[in-house]
Structures are given as structure tokens and as C-alpha cells.
């Protein structure tokens, strides 16, 4: 994000911004909290949030097993809170509604939920790196808008839902991790949408079985492209060249957002180098495979990914190239300041 950035951008920081700073008004003054719940049932609690990890992602599990062993817990009661939580709204529209913000209250309250063993690890893991509950809100915000049809007319609309359900996991990631100031908040924004843009090119077709379309309309049209040809399946020529665009754009919001590693604490840069340099290659498997997303599920197997980890090692150890990202969380703060202030 710079001083020319498109105002999505700068959308998605003031929503970020918004949960920051609701969160240090609230813990001002106030010391972190930890789960009362005695250490077996806890224990079982991480236990229960590691076995999620490891049977929904594997590529989670292994950049999550370079981290310290306290961190590394929490990072993964963190991802068992957003696997939970999105896989609430796969039934009954009616009925994943009321489920959903129950689960919101149970697992975003301020005391532990004792009944319920991801609740519980999570609440335990929010309390003790003081993640702001703010983020966890936007978060079960965004996935609630798959309970209905998903449809994006512009890439601006789809970046909001993006910050919603991926950056803002990113932002939760780095309480765990500790992170160097303000200035790592614009990066982690950016890694998120770059890391849900690769999850929605990845599913198009099982995305469009139930219901759901996340590439923009305009683009598609620009292209064209209409929904009848993702229900078939298409990929001739129109599809090709629209996924090049596509990819195109989002190996760039990697490349712009990866400095951000520099900002983090150094023992979780390795994991979080590693997270996204190996989500972003199935983006090379797409192509590798024409752009057949309806097909196959682009992945990318275990041999891959330990050929990739030396170079992610070396990155995250010896730094990356610094942009000016930054810059605009000074921009947004200071037009914070001004609003506050009535003008």
C-alpha cells in the first residue's frame, strides 16, 4: 500500500485499524488472562485443536510445526476456531445462521466455554496473546455471508470479503507470532487477500457445485466470461487468459506482502514464510495444469514442499526486500484522527 495505493486497500486497513484499536482501548491498563479450566481439560482442548490442523490442512500443520511448542498450540487452536467456524455454514442456511452466532458467543466470549473443547482452546489462546476479539468478530462476519449465494460484482468487493475470512486470521496469527509494530498490519492485510485469492482460483469448481461464485463479475465479463461457463466447466482461450490475469495479480499481492515477515518476531518468521510461499505455489500447479480447476484440486505434495523449504529458510532468515506499505497505515490513521475529530 502506497501513497497511490487503490482504495480497497485502504478499506481493508481501516477495518483493520477499527479492530486495533477497539481492542487497546478495551485491555488498557489491564494484564492478559489465561483459561481457569483445570490443565487436563485443557490439555485435551489443544489436543482436540491439533488433531483439526492435522486432518484439514496439511501444509498448516507443517508450517505450524517450526514454531516454538507454546506457539505452535496456539496457532493451531486458531486454526481449529476458523475451521470450526466455517464449517458451520454448510447446511441449512435457517439453521446455520442460529448456529453460527451461538458459536460466535460461545467461542468469542470472555470467559472459557468449557463445554466445548475447541471454545475452550481458543479462549485460552485469545486471552493469553491478547488477540482482539474484534478480529474474530469480522472474521464469523464474513464467513456468515456464504450463507447465502456468493456473488462479487468487482475486485473491490471481493478484497472486503477477503480481509474478513483470511486477513483478518492473519492479524489473529500475529498476536501468536509478535510482531515489531504498526507497520506490520498493512503486510498481513495484503497476505491475507493474497492467500484467499489463491483458495478461490484453487475451487472454482467445487465453489460453483454449492452455489457459490467468488470472481468478479466485471472481470469475468471483461474477459468474456459468464456464470454459464463456469457451470461447463469452459476453459478455452477466454478462461485461459482470464486466469493469467488472475494469477498474474495475485503472485504480485504475494510479492508485495511478504516483506511483512520482516516485521514478525524472528522464531515465527520461518513458519509464516513457509505458510505462504507453499500456498502460493499452487498457483504454478494451476497453471502447470492449463487452468483445469474443475477437474483436479491443484495441490502440492510433500516432496514439493521440502524442496522449497531451504529457499524459505533462507528468506525468512536473511530478511526480504522492504516496500513502503506502511505508509498507509500513517494515511489512514491520520484520516481516523480527522474523522474523529468531526471534520
Not at 478499506?11 to 477499527?18: K, V
Not at 458467543?105 to 466445548?116: C, F, N
Not at 498476536?175 to 485469492?197: M, N, R, S, T, W
Request: glycine share 8%; aromatic share 10%; with cysteine.
Amino acid at each position: 500500500m502506497t501513497a497511490q495505493s487503490p482504495p480497497w486497500e485502504h478499506r481493508l486497513l481501516s477495518m483493520a485499524y477499527e479492530a486495533l484499536t477497539h481492542h487497546s482501548a478495551e485491555v488498557n491498563g489491564a494484564t492478559s488472562r489465561t483459561s481457569t479450566a483445570h490443565t487436563e481439560l485443557l490439555e485435551s482442548a489443544y489436543q482436540r485443536a491439533e488433531a483439526i490442523t492435522q486432518g484439514h490442512s496439511r501444509t498448516f500443520y507443517l508450517a505450524s510445526a517450526l514454531l516454538p511448542a507454546e506457539k505452535r498450540r496456539a496457532m493451531r487452536a486458531l486454526y481449529a476456531f476458523c475451521r470450526v467456524s466455517d464449517d458451520l455454514v454448510d447446511g441449512d442456511p435457517k439453521a446455520s445462521r442460529g448456529t453460527l452466532e451461538s458459536w460466535r458467543r460461545i467461542s468469542l466470549g470472555e470467559a472459557a466455554d468449557e463445554s466445548d473443547l475447541v471454545a475452550l482452546a481458543w479462549t485460552d489462546t485469545r486471552h493469553r496473546y491478547q488477540i482482539p476479539v474484534k478480529l474474530g468478530e469480522q472474521l464469523i462476519d464474513g464467513i456468515a455471508e456464504d450463507l447465502t449465494p456468493a456473488r462479487y460484482e468487482t475486485f473491490d468487493d471481493l478484497s472486503a470479503y477477503c480481509y474478513r475470512v483470511a486477513s483478518t486470521v492473519g492479524l489473529m496469527a500475529m498476536h501468536i507470532i509478535g510482531f515489531q509494530g504498526e507497520q506490520a498490519v498493512p503486510y498481513a492485510i495484503k497476505l491475507g487477500v493474497a492467500l484467499q485469492l489463491t483458495n478461490i482460483l484453487r475451487d472454482v469448481g467445487e465453489d460453483w457445485e454449492t452455489g457459490r461464485l467468488y470472481l468478479p463479475r466485471e472481470e469475468l465479463d471483461a474477459f468474456g466470461l459468464a456464470p454459464d461457463d463456469i457451470a461447463a466447466g469452459v476453459t478455452d482461450h477466454r478462461w485461459g487468459a482470464f486466469l493469467r490475469f488472475q494469477i498474474e495479480r495475485n503472485r504480485q499481492l504475494y510479492s508485495e506482502a511478504m516483506p511483512g515477515i520482516n516485521y514478525l518476531n524472528s522464531e515465527g518468521r520461518f513458519a509464516i514464510g513457509a505458510a505462504a510461499d507453499l500456498y502460493k505455489a499452487i498457483l504454478d500447479d494451476i497453471y502447470a495444469n492449463q487452468g483445469d480447476v474443475f477437474n483436479r484440486r491443484a495441490h502440492i505434495g510433500l516432496a514439493g514442499k521440502l524442496r522449497r523449504l531451504p529457499g524459505i529458510w533462507w528468506r525468512s532468515t536473511f530478511g526480504y526486500p522492504t516496500r513502503q506499505l506502511e505508509r498507509s497505515l500513517a494515511s489512514v490513521r491520520s484520516g481516523e484522527k480527522l474523522n474523529s475529530e468531526g471534520l
